[in-house]
């Protein structure tokens, strides 16, 4: 059984939403599978001090979409996706509003998988894009 996001979408084996820092950020997947992750954001609450998007947002919503995408590829080998590199570049700045993330793979592998994530504003301005390539490991023993 899959663990389930906020709206419903099912997520990697063992994956559970409540209580993490995507639960504190408001973040919300409405679609997941190993070829495409979509989530939202909203701007407030996720700001830096001058009131713009934090890059470090974008970041987390990136990561977290990469990483959901990675979950599923790796979950067919029995394993489980880690982080290990992640780039992102900030193209605009953000307000209010809400932001929505689209991963997509740019290589899905046996040990390592990358993707890019795409983050654009209500207009469907281009807002951050990053980069996340996942190590694919053998899942730890259940607690």
């Given at each position: 059984?899959?663990?389930?996001?906020?709206?419903?979408t099912a997520l990697p084996?063992?994956?559970?939403?409540?209580?993490?820092?995507?639960?504190?950020?408001?973040?919300?997947?409405?679609?997941?599978?190993?070829?495409?992750?979509?989530?939202?954001?909203?701007?407030?609450?996720?700001?830096?001090?001058?009131?713009?998007?934090?890059?470090?947002?974008?970041?987390?919503?990136?990561?977290?979409?990469?990483?959901?995408?990675?979950?599923?590829?790796?979950?067919?080998?029995?394993?489980?996706?880690?982080?290990?590199?992640?780039?992102?570049?900030?193209?605009?700045?953000?307000?209010?509003?809400?932001?929505?993330?689209?991963?997509?793979?740019?290589?899905?592998?046996?040990?390592?998988?990358?993707?890019?994530?795409?983050?654009?504003?209500?207009?469907?301005?281009?807002?951050?894009?990053?980069?996340?390539?996942?190590?694919?490991?053998?899942?730890?023993?259940?607690?």
């Amino acid at each position: 059984m899959t663990d389930q996001s906020s709206e419903g979408t099912a997520l990697p084996p063992g994956m559970d939403v409540a209580g993490t820092l995507l639960s504190v950020m408001g973040i919300a997947v409405s679609e997941a599978s190993p070829e495409r992750v979509v989530a939202t954001m909203p701007v407030k609450g996720n700001t830096q001090p001058y009131g713009l998007l934090h890059g470090g947002a974008s970041c987390v919503l990136a990561e977290s979409l990469g990483s959901i995408g990675s979950a599923l590829h790796a979950a067919q080998y029995g394993k489980v996706a880690v982080g290990v590199d992640i780039n992102a570049t900030h193209h605009r700045a953000v307000r209010e509003g809400t932001v929505t993330g689209v991963a997509t793979p740019i290589y899905l592998g046996r040990t390592t998988t990358s993707y890019e994530i795409v983050v654009t504003d209500e207009r469907d301005k281009r807002v951050c894009t990053a980069r996340i390539t996942c190590q694919l490991i053998q899942a730890p023993p259940e607690k």
